[in-house]
């Protein structure tokens, strides 16, 4: 699970701070308060990891990718050449990792990672440039380490590791060339070094907490009256719900409890139950049209007429609902799922029960094991956020594993506060007019009804 960000120079951000991310994370705030470019940015780190040019730094993205953020002028703060983009992430491993030296036979471990950056760009060029970059292995003060890769000038590297020793083959002395992307030891660092093979370990770790973020976007397909299914397993249900249908088909064998010692259920009958419970339907079920056929028909039973009809047939918020439910619990363990205004076009009761949701998803199990998945959350709904609320003290969700924050446009960047949430689910730092000025509004009516009145 990811358990810290913080970025600069990005977007909207000059600064944010440390972030703590948790089980479900929220962000709230006003339009252009630079909610989503938190996430976009996680989601242009995993698209760069995933790029063919390895030469590219940061990959802002283009047509095929989840998020397209133009050049490095576009994506830094306030257009500025001359600044760097830093950051770090922390997260913690889904095991222990051990890192032995293969000369002094030394073994450092640990359960958490962090990797920080900076990058700039040549302003002539337009050019990114790694400027440096930090991989630390648990706590290199007892028992773990880190390693630096830092530019000593024109295409010239250095790589530096504490405690550990990196011992240098002997021959002439040479600088290192560019990293890899923004993260990655150039292959001439094991021809550099006897016992440097572990770096390619970190990097590792590194591309695949990376791989695990899974997004879903405020806009989800129509649903369509036919599916063709060939038996794939898609890795999530993509950016706009397009692959939901054949990861519902494809999910026919697993089965997923609520939690520990409490009975497993298909998953097609947890999407049913869940649509039920958001009081969408009353039935759910996917049909092949004949035998051995690969095209499939998803039949409903709306809640309000009892009557079995297609999907397209209903109304159009189960359409945009049904991908936040399928990936939920589709995708696989250790999964950060990142999702734009889940409550886009869904009634307020809807909208309050997707806490409800999200709370049974991070505290589910398959397998016998925790699924450990993580929400990573930008919304505009304050009905979502009174259920949190209500769910923290009816203690179905502990406090420590719910991080909201609200932002807001400041002078010198955008600005992120942290709401603190007490064991009674109660906001004790609630920001001034943060779903707009309720009692303002309720003033000003009694004050129109009185006047009217007053007219006769």
């Known amino acids: 699970m990811l358990t810290q960000l913080a970025i600069k120079n990005f977007k909207a951000w000059r600064n944010t701070g440390e972030i703590r991310l948790a089980p479900i994370t929220v962000f709230f705030g006003s339009n252009s308060a630079g909610k989503t470019s938190l996430l976009q940015f996680l989601l242009m780190l995993r698209q760069s990891s995933e790029s063919r040019d390895r030469k590219q730094v940061f990959h802002p993205g283009d047509e095929t990718t989840d998020v397209d953020l133009g050049t490095y002028r576009d994506l830094v703060y306030r257009h500025d050449m001359k600044r760097r983009v830093e950051f770090l992430l922390d997260w913690t491993l889904p095991k222990p990792m051990e890192v032995t030296d293969v000369l002094s036979k030394t073994t450092y471990t640990g359960e958490t990672m962090r990797f920080q950056a900076e990058v700039s760009s040549d302003d002539e060029a337009s050019r990114q440039l790694v400027e440096g970059f930090t991989y630390r292995l648990g706590d290199p003060t007892s028992g773990g380490l880190s390693v630096d890769m830092r530019r000593q000038g024109p295409r010239k590297y250095k790589v530096t590791a504490d405690p550990y020793k990196l011992s240098r083959i002997q021959g002439r002395a040479w600088p290192l060339p560019e ?138 918020g189960v359409s945009q609902v049904l991908p936040v439910v399928v990936e939920s619990f589709y995708a696989a363990p250790d ?122």
């Open 335 to 456: 999964s950060t799922i990142v999702i734009e205004q889940p409550e886009l076009h869904l009634h307020p009761r809807v909208q309050a029960y997707l806490a409800n949701l999200f709370v049974e998803a991070v505290n589910a199990r398959e397998d016998g094991e925790d699924r450990r998945v993580q929400f990573l959350i930008e919304s505009h709904s304050e009905h979502f956020i009174y259920r949190l609320q209500r769910l923290i003290a009816e203690e179905v969700v502990k406090p420590e594993q719910v991080a909201l924050y609200f932002c807001r446009s400041g002078a010198e960047g955008s600005i992120i506060e942290p709401l603190s949430l007490n064991a009674d689910g109660d906001i004790v730092n609630w920001p001034e007019n943060f779903f707009g000025d309720e009692m303002e509004d309720t003033r000003i009516r009694l004050a129109a009804t009185a006047a009217r009145a007053a007219r006769g």
């Open 179 to 316: 990293p890899v992307r923004y993260y990655g030891f150039p292959e001439e660092v094991l021809a550099y070094y006897q016992n440097a093979g572990f770096t390619n370990d970190l990097v590792l770790r590194l591309e695949q907490q990376l791989r695990r973020i899974k997004y879903l976007g405020p806009l989800r397909q129509r649903p369509r009256r036919n599916y063709t299914w060939s038996g794939e397993a898609p890795e999530g249900v993509g950016f706009d719900g397009r692959y939901t249908i054949p990861a519902l088909l494809a999910s026919g064998d697993r089965a997923i409890s609520r939690g520990f010692h409490m009975r497993s259920e298909k998953f097609l009958g947890l999407v049913g139950r869940w649509l039920k419970q958001l009081g969408l339907l009353e039935n759910f079920d996917a049909k092949a049209l004949a035998k051995a056929s690969k095209q499939y028909q998803i039949v409903v039973e709306a809640t309000s007429t009892g009557v079995k009809t297609n999907l397209p047939d209903v109304g159009f």
